[in-house]
């Protein structure tokens, strides 16, 4: 099993001007650590009820932060998890993580979901539809993205975008970045997994036991037999929900819970440092759990 870092809280000691520096940090301790994937959250204000402020707490632009970030590492795959489908025009989306891509030599992998924090939405003026709205709105980004990192440079027509091109110079490093879909809603997510994503990631914790991610990996099968894709090539991923404790016996603790989620189809999980000193966090992450954690199948 692979292991991802999800960083969500920007509180670092000595405020705002410690945040780049910091972030530096984290990416040279997660290539020196064997971390596999690294990625922030893309909201504009920090969420409340996770143990890490309250939402006029520091929150960073997601892309921005991958940029600086690819800057600092060498290896490392980057991404947002996940990136709204109402914060940005998909034909920009798929810019975006082009140019991510090509100035990280081939490390951007693309995160989405339908996006659900309305207090930041209408906080900053961004359209916030009901959910069946920001739904469709997903599988017509996931459209646009796939054409765009395609040969195709035609007009794409549907329901809510509308391109006359879909130009994309200079294309991904990658023949295409890895798209991950985040959520685990049944009969309209999942899908979505199985028609066009190369990841599925849902949510895990001492609340969401294997079981049930069992079966949400049984709906996602069930699509893609429906679809005519192949459930096996679709990464199946985990966001760990819980806090880790990064020392030897919390370490321990996690590669065992871990077992029963490898057993039944998880290939990735991603932790989050909920502290301020994210650094450390993935030193003892390193130190205390890959080992375990690759030797999970």
């Known amino acids: 099993m692979k292991l991802g870092v999800h960083v969500v809280n920007f509180e670092f000691p000595g405020g705002a001007p410690a945040i780049g520096p ?8 997660a290539e020196t650590g064997g971390i ?3 990625s922030v959250m893309d909201h504009y204000f920090q969420l409340t009820g996770m143990g890490v402020g309250e939402a006029d707490g520091p929150m960073l632009e997601g892309y921005t932060t991958l940029g600086y970030v690819a ?5 490392v795959q980057l991404q947002l998890l996940v990136t709204g489908v109402t914060y940005r025009h998909p034909g920009l989306v798929a810019k975006i993580v082009s140019t991510l891509d ?4 081939g490390r951007a992998a693309l995160g989405l979901g339908a996006a659900w924090y309305e207090r930041e939405h209408v ?4 359209p916030y539809p009901p959910i069946a709205e920001r739904l469709a709105r997903l599988e017509e980004t996931l459209q646009i993205v796939r054409q765009m990192w395609s040969a ?12 006359a091109e879909t130009l994309n110079s200079p ?8 798209i991950m879909i985040g959520g685990s809603g049944e009969k309209k997510t999942l899908r979505l997994v199985a028609r066009y994503a190369d990841a599925t990631n849902i949510f895990a914790g001492p609340q969401i036991g294997s079981a049930e991610i069992a079966r949400k990996f049984d709906v996602l099968a069930a699509h893609c037999a429906r679809e005519g894709t192949d459930y096996g090539a679709i990464a199946k991923t985990v966001l760990w929900v819980a806090p880790v404790v990064p020392d030897a016996a919390g370490g321990a603790a996690f590669v065992q819970a871990m077992r029963d989620y490898a057993a039944v189809g998880v290939e990735q999980v991603h932790v989050m440092p909920f502290g301020t000193d994210p650094v450390a966090f993935i030193d003892g992450i390193g ?8 030797e999970l199948r």
């Not at 130190?287 to 690759?294: E, F, T």
């Open 22 to 29: 910091t972030l530096a940090r984290v990416g040279a301790a």
């Open 71 to 75: 800057g600092h590492t060498e290896r």
């Open 102 to 105: 090509v100035l990280s030599g």
């Open 36 to 38: 596999a994937n690294l």
């Open 123 to 126: 906080a900053l003026g961004v």
């Open 171 to 178: 294309q991904p490093l990658q023949n295409r970045p890895p």
């Open 287 to 294: 130190a205390h759990v890959i080992g375990g954690l690759s």
């Open 152 to 163: 195709d440079n035609g007009p794409y027509a549907g329901r809510h975008y509308q391109l």
